[in-house]
């Protein structure tokens, strides 16, 4: 308890306070601005921690990192642009919920749960870390590959309706996780001898192309501001409490959110981008209104607020326990580690138990003042969706090609962001689902990757390892639940019983 | 338009998207054939599971479209009901399409085509100028052309506008955050 207060004071004393009010400060840019992402961001900022101790080093560091999520989803709800490729999934009805004219509430309630989802991470990375070591250690690649399964399970949830498009689109999306070397054999595959396509296709320029051109195409076309006419007419936004009562109402949902990202977060290579979307499909599959997800349901702003903040405590915990990073981010923090002359492993539970515990602070009191920022500038920030919409048309151009060039400064990245737009534009035009072709990409290396190590390591006999089969038998409960709830609704409801056969026959 | 007449036209644009997917996946398949095993496991397989998803997906709209069109030729005599039975569950699909197709009923399926070529054209002149001149340069260009012509701002507000956009993009990406800005292709093209 001794060394928890200690090193509160630790990162309250005014040289490391200021330094991440700076990081802070930081972060808030790079989160608002898309592409820009948090990974690129510590890169960046790592030469300026060679001078400073380890508690100020990641006060800074951390305090920037953890807050870009939070940021990153005032874009994605006000201009259905990710401000992060971790937010993707906040646009799916935070930025519906603008168009209605609750931008307001939808703020609310996303930062307000992506409080509680970094609250909540810290706190588990704070007791966790003593006991965690067996859990971890219990994981190995046939566990992380049945953990992708589970993870493209979701594809069902996220298609919605229509599930053989969900299908179709989650195929796609694996096609392209193929692009580029195959790792087992270094072989181009689908690379069309485009040395570009070699590494493979980025994720960003793909997210906000699919998401966000689609959404200024429109912005273009219609001329109008973001928030409908009748809101603009009030010319105030309101709801904001709201969204944050919306935030208790749903505790029990924002909690199994949070505990979702801490929980993909310990998962090397899994991420951000992964958990948001298995958070959003559970928020949705655990629903009484699956039906408004995508139309502007807070349920799923509250899933993916919470869940992509969370993450960050789930992540530090492998990356501290053992130096194993979860992430592109939690590997540039593990290099930080080196400059400050810190050896992650068993020392950071005990002789520097004082970082780990100063890392909980930085996460918590980061987040906390961001908020409150937020919340204070949030009447200035809304009130931008009342902006007519030609004029918001370049800035968000802007952005787009900013957010797309920025992934590899290439221009390559640009021409993807547009091929990806035309895809978005065409899905929402169709009714095509596009999240499923987000998850599919970014679960698809991971999967294959898992796979052949599994195999490497155990032949077939990892199949018959305990959590393995545990891992199988919660994922074909999450297929089939809802087949098995539509079952049980037709019995309750005589009459009804043909119900499931025609909709199963229009699953498409 | 009549509602019947809308209801043949999305199954129509669903079979065009599924037969360009059935060949993208049919070549892909072609082509792992020629890599190792382990290389080609993950492609093969998955061009095998998204070929018979799309078959499948091709046999049920062909079957609903033909339910469909049996309903729809049928004289309207009485509202059918909710009941079990061949009927029922055609009415019911029926709704279902039709209610699927008023979600779909957004912007890109309302606006006119002299908007949606105006708005591309202006999107693609956009990243064209990016790639021609650079973003630094295309901004203000840009921004003034936009509004003057499009928005149908005053010559000085889209001046203001343009002069604002280029100090934030320069001032903050820039100078401040030291981001690499798309840098002109034509002028790089010349030096080289």
């Known amino acids: 308890m001794d060394i928890l207060i200690g090193s509160l004071f630790a990162v309250l004393e005014p040289s490391t306070f200021g330094l991440m009010l700076v990081g802070i400060a930081i972060g808030f840019v790079v989160g608002i601005l898309p592409g820009l992402g948090g990974a690129v961001t510590l890169a960046l900022m790592l030469p300026f921690t060679y001078s400073m101790s380890p508690v100020t080093a990641f006060a800074f560091l951390l305090g920037m990192h953890s807050v870009t999520a939070t940021t990153g989803d005032i874009t994605s709800v006000l201009f259905g642009i990710p401000g992060e490729a971790t937010t993707a999934a906040t646009v799916f009805d935070g930025y519906p919920m603008t168009r209605r004219g609750e931008a307001g509430r939808a703020l609310g309630a996303v930062l307000f749960s992506s409080l509680v989802g970094a609250v909540f991470g810290a706190f588990v990375l704070a007791i966790s870390v003593p006991v965690i070591r067996p859990i971890v250690l219990a994981f190995g690649p046939p566990e992380f590959f049945m953990l992708t399964v589970l993870g493209l399970s979701f594809v069902i949830s996220l298609a919605r309706r229509n599930v053989l498009k969900g299908f179709i689109m989650a195929g796609l999306g694996f096609f392209l996780a193929m692009v580029g070397l195959d790792p087992q054999a270094g072989i181009p595959r689908y690379t069309f001898g485009q040395l570009y396509l070699w590494e493979g296709i980025n994720l960003v320029p793909v997210v906000v192309g699919l998401f966000g051109m689609a959404e200024v195409l429109q912005l273009m076309m219609t001329k109008s501001s973001i928030a409908s006419a009748e809101q603009r007419s009030v010319g105030r936004i309101t709801g904001v409490m709201q969204g944050v009562r919306d935030t208790f109402t749903h505790w029990w949902l924002t909690l199994r959110c949070s505990a979702i990202g801490v929980a993909i977060g310990l998962i090397p290579g899994m991420g951000g981008a992964v958990s948001q979307f298995i958070a959003y499909a559970h928020a949705q599959q655990t629903s009484r209104h699956p039906e408004e997800f995508g139309k502007g349901s807070i349920e799923g702003v509250l899933a993916a607020g919470s869940v992509n903040n969370a993450k960050e405590g789930g992540a530090l915990i492998p990356t501290l326990a053992f130096g194993i990073p979860a992430g592109t981010a939690m590997a540039i923090l593990l290099s930080a580690f080196l400059v400050t002359g810190l050896v992650p492993g068993p020392d950071m539970l005990g002789k520097n138990l004082n970082v780990t515990y100063a890392m909980v602070w930085t996460i918590v009191i980061a987040n906390v003042i961001t908020v409150a920022v937020s919340f204070l500038f949030l009447q200035q920030l809304a009130r931008i969706t009342f902006v007519k919409g030609s004029l918001l048309v370049p800035f968000l151009l802007v952005l787009l090609a900013l957010g797309a060039y920025t992934a590899n400064n290439s221009f390559a990245d640009i021409l993807v962001m547009l091929v990806f737009g035309a895809i978005g534009v065409g899905a929402i035009r169709f009714n095509w689902p596009r999240a499923p072709l987000l998850l599919a990409m970014v679960l698809g290396d991971t999967t294959e990757r898992y796979l052949f190590l599994s195999y490497s390591l155990f032949q077939w006999s990892w199949v018959t390892r305990p959590l393995v089969l545990l891992l199988a038998v919660v994922t074909l409960l999450g297929v089939f639940w809802p087949l098995i709830a539509r079952l049980r609704a037709g019995r309750g409801q005589p009459g009804r019983g043909s119900a499931p056969s025609v909709r199963a026959a229009r699953v498409g | ?192």
Request: net charge positive; hydrophobic share 60%.
């Open chain 2, 1 to 192: 338009m009549s509602g019947s007449a809308r209801r043949f036209r999305a199954p129509s644009a669903d079979l065009v998207v599924l037969l360009v997917l059935l060949v993208l996946f049919g070549m892909a398949f072609v082509q792992a054939r020629a890599w190792p095993f382990r290389t080609a496991l993950f492609p093969t397989g998955t061009a095998i599971f998204v070929v018979a998803i799309i078959l499948l997906k091709l046999l049920l709209d062909a079957r609903s479209a033909g339910r469909a069109r049996a309903v729809l030729a049928a004289p309207p005599i009485l509202p059918l009901p909710p009941t079990v039975g061949g009927d029922a569950a055609s009415a019911a699909l029926i709704e279902e399409e039709a209610a699927t197709e008023a979600e779909a009923e957004d912007v890109f399926s309302t606006t006119s085509r002299s908007v949606w070529l105006r708005s591309l054209a202006w999107l693609g002149g956009f990243f064209v100028l990016v790639w021609a001149a650079g973003l630094l340069v295309a901004i203000p260009i840009f921004a003034f052309a936009y509004l003057v012509v499009e928005s149908r701002e005053r010559r000085l507000t889209a001046a203001i506008y343009a002069v604002v956009s280029w100090v934030v993009i320069y001032g903050l990406f820039d100078q401040l955050l030291r981001i690499q800005l798309p840098s002109s292709a034509v002028l790089g093209l010349a030096g080289q």
